[in-house]
């Protein structure tokens, strides 16, 4: 079956500093690949998607994400953190043979000032 | 552009109460339509998914059901809450065809006393 992996319940750092978001997957073919965002109280935002291509994802609001093949992984990545970009963090693999996705636990991020 | 609604925003029902949430998407048609619950402001749990007016395929047996009777309306009902229903229920949908990423609704938070 389909899975992922967020090994951090809660990331901290500093504004201005890098930020990355741990996922890992398992999958049985070609994985296609997700990040979504979550303020309080709100919906997911859909941030980025790996599908096929390059490996480095661009995505919404600065935020990037690196498909690893070979280690499994699919982190996400920012250059500089804001402190609006504290939220929680959900990983999401897409499910054999239909458009469901499987989620990871969520990642809390916390950029402090 | 897509949008995808959602109420009521807030509700809070006694136990042994009926529930209706409804969720509604505008700008496409026959989308895939989805309800998840989120406990504790973390891991998200799929209940049901629609991928036609009348076809709801459930993930998890429980106290809840849902329905589509029309091809942008989703529902989620109860007829009578436990206080284990309690929760903040989001609905999504994706597109049938092509992009495999799915979109969220603003959510509904659920309170049973």
């Known amino acids: 079956a389909q899975s992922v992996a967020q090994p951090e319940d809660q990331v901290n750092v500093a504004e201005g500093n890098p930020l990355t978001v741990k996922c890992t997957y398992s999958?049985?073919?070609?994985?296609?690949l997700f990040w979504y965002v979550q303020y309080p109280n709100r919906g997911l935002q859909f941030l980025l998607k790996?599908?096929?291509?390059?490996?480095l994802v661009k995505g919404s609001y600065g935020f990037e994400a690196e498909f690893n093949k070979s280690q499994t992984s699919f982190h996400l990545k920012k250059p500089s953190a804001l402190v609006s970009d504290s939220a929680l963090y959900f990983c999401?693999?897409?499910?054999?043979?239909?458009?469901?996705?499987?989620f990871g636990t969520g990642t809390r991020l916390l950029v402090s000032p | 552009s897509q949008t995808i609604h959602q109420w009521p925003a807030t509700l809070v029902q006694p136990v042994g109460s009926p529930l209706s949430l409804e969720c509604t998407v505008e700008?496409?048609?026959?989308?895939?339509l989805y309800w998840y619950r989120q406990a504790a402001g973390r891991g998200l749990q799929l209940l049901f998914y629609?991928?036609?007016?009348?076809?709801i395929s459930s993930e998890v047996p429980q106290n809840l059901s849902a329905s589509r009777p029309q091809d942008r309306q989703f529902i989620l009902s109860s007829k009578k809450l436990l206080l284990s229903d309690s929760g903040f229920y989001l609905c999504?949908?994706?597109?049938?065809?092509?992009?495999?990423?799915?979109?969220f609704g603003p959510g509904t938070r659920l309170t049973v006393l």
């Open positions: 700008g496409t048609s026959n989308p895939n």
């Open positions: 629609s991928v036609g007016i009348g076809q």
């Open positions: 999401a693999v897409r499910d054999k043979g239909f458009q469901k996705l499987v």
């Open positions: 999504a949908w994706s597109t049938s065809k092509g992009r495999p990423e799915q979109f």
């Open positions: 790996y599908i096929t291509g390059d490996n």
């Open positions: 999958v049985s073919g070609n994985p296609y």
